[in-house]
């Protein structure tokens, strides 16, 4: 099973914020090994207390299931098929910010997740750093 | 009390990564005994993390009310019956997934709970795995 | 990061299944991969509900810091270095029972955590089931 | 009141990796605020994954009571006055590895907590890391 180092995820956390300051946001960013472990996490400055847990637990979320978190939401909605699916694994958020992270190889090696501003925001911010390693 | 035996949920499960096989999915699958206390599991190879933590919750989900986890799931959406029940018993899925194993006298004696796929697969699944030992 | 597969952790759960057997004593033995997820879990007829939750705990506590879990638990006594560690994690077990899982080349794949009796043939069980894959 | 920014906890853990480099080790470390939010932290590649939920509880820990975890663990023993302060807070570390840090002016702006090796290197790490502010 491929792996992210500190490294990669450090890179990854480095252009997270560079998209964020580009949109003028604070965010809280966590990377996530194939394992569902924390490898790294930043916080910028005034960024939302809240979204501490939230960042990391988008980061979970895509790599327990292998997509973007946006997609479970769609799917977790009343009257859908994983209506509720949030109450497993000590808290899933289901809202677009959680992206897995995948190597030159296309192999999943951890994922991303980012809270702090509109969702399309926290998605745009995840999918900048996802991609600071292809 | 009738309760399963770990002969029968080995069995069970041999029969869930059977069909799961046929299927082409990659499967969690979990047996619960019929005081709800896990018995066996497997996580198929690649099979969804999140999944692992589902599976059981299916599992005991079902056994906690004696029906499958859809039935549930169908009463306890946005107005109806048992609106929110998934905040009970440390975290219940409602979605498809989970079955009750009965003996030939048609005592139930545990539950299955198969979550990697869409909830048709995974209802598929666990009906196959149910019906392993009758 | 080398990782465990099913394959293996049923073989390495049958040959700890054996062990009890020439043993006489009822267990519940889990396997976990190198990232501290479940892999495949068995619980022997008659073996301590108790114990369930404790071989996880084990098998997650030997991975967590790469070593038996015993020898934790020689570190964690009162006015040991390691005090009141067991509150990390959401809970560690740290007497013995939790053996790391190594493959030919040496590296670790994951652990095996193994209750029901007292913690010597806890540990010979597990042990019995790591060398198993060797 | 005074508080860390993210560019200060980035050269804390900076430091602290510098340190476990020269000790030949690998670190878990985490970085809170004055708050005892999660500003900042870092997995050195292959540390324990146990050591990612220590060293977080250390930082909280040190700034809950705004002294090193040591000093309190000294105090937590059996038939010591803080008997099992481990049980509040969901969990605390009271083994040495967390400190508090201080700006220049000597007030209090957060703290660092610092899991992977010996209590002694922990500490020392974390000593490092909490002085490269000053």
Known sequence: MANITLEQARQIIDAAIKKSESLGV????????SGTNLVAFNKMDDAWLGSIDISQKKARTARYFNMDTGIIGSLSQPG???????????????????????????EIIGAIGVSGSTVEDDHAVADAGAGAIL
Chains 1, 2, 3, 4 share one sequence.
């Open 80 to 106: 859908g098929s994983l209506y509720n699916i949030e109450h497993s694994n000590g808290g899933l958020i289901t809202f677009p910010g959680g992206v897995v992270i995948k190597n030159r190889a296309g």
């Open 26 to 33: 604070k965010m809280n960013i966590a990377v996530v090994d």
